[in-house]
T-cell receptor, first 111, second 113 residues
């Protein structure tokens, strides 16, 4: 199974950009990269996903390396509400539908 | 539109007791999943289903059984609860495409004494 590697924790100041890295060196050609976040005492929520090209939505941007072996979730202006655990996971193609979460990155946002 | 609803929200069991956790989704999703999350850890996949009447094992299936008799419901059963099963349980659903996001419920906090 292709796995992902993320730093255990990161810190940011409010209203500053945050770049959350994820390594997935064994990614397969058609695997999608998904990001989720989990706020305290809540279930994970979808943030963004991509395949090859960079993606933007109202929550964040996803930058995918040209060789697809790494990606970066970008929060353009961190707020206190962005303090959460962020998970980078691979959505396997070809009918293989296990979704394996790693330990994620705990993001602390300081006022 | 309720999304993914889990019942109950909290439960305390004694060792050896049995219970069933219910997950219901109203988005007509094909795929449903049960995860557990222990303190300070990420989510671990227990069982999943790719359609009505089908189930498959995840990373940590021992001690749990599941059923998907109706497309909208995915049940997780504990036949003989053990303290090691104290955890927060999350259900999720999605379409089958690789680009489809998962939608999670708010969890069931289970304590086994």
């Amino acid at each position: 199974d292709a796995k992902t590697t993320q730093p255990n924790s990161m810190e940011s100041n409010e209203e500053e950009p945050v770049h959350l890295p994820c390594n997935h060196s064994t990614i397969s050609g058609t695997d999608y990269i998904h990001w989720y976040r989990q706020l305290p005492s809540q279930g994970p929520e979808y943030v963004i996903h991509g395949l090859t090209s960079n993606v933007n939505n109202r929550m964040a941007s996803l930058a995918i390396a040209e060789d697809r072996k790494s990606s970066t979730l970008i929060l353009h202006r961190a707020t206190l509400r962005d303090a959460a655990v962020y998970y980078c996971i691979l959505r396997f193609s070809g009918g293989y539908n296990k979704l394996i979460f790693g330990a994620g990155t705990r993001l602390a946002v300081h006022p | 539109n309720a999304g993914v609803t889990q019942t109950p929200k909290f439960r305390v069991l004694k060792t050896g007791q049995s219970m069933t956790l219910l997950c219901a989704q109203d988005m007509n999703h094909e795929y449903m999943y049960w995860y557990r999350q222990d303190p300070g850890m990420g989510l671990r996949l227990i069982h999943y289903s790719v359609g009505e009447g089908t189930t498959a094992k995840g990373e940590v299936p021992d001690g749990y059984n599941v059923s998907r008799l109706k497309k909208q419901n995915f049940l997780l059963g504990l036949e003989s609860a053990a303290p090691s099963q104290t955890s927060v349980y999350f259900c999720a659903s999605s379409w089958g495409r690789e680009s489809s996001p998962l939608h999670f419920g708010n969890g069931t906090r289970l304590t086994v004494t």
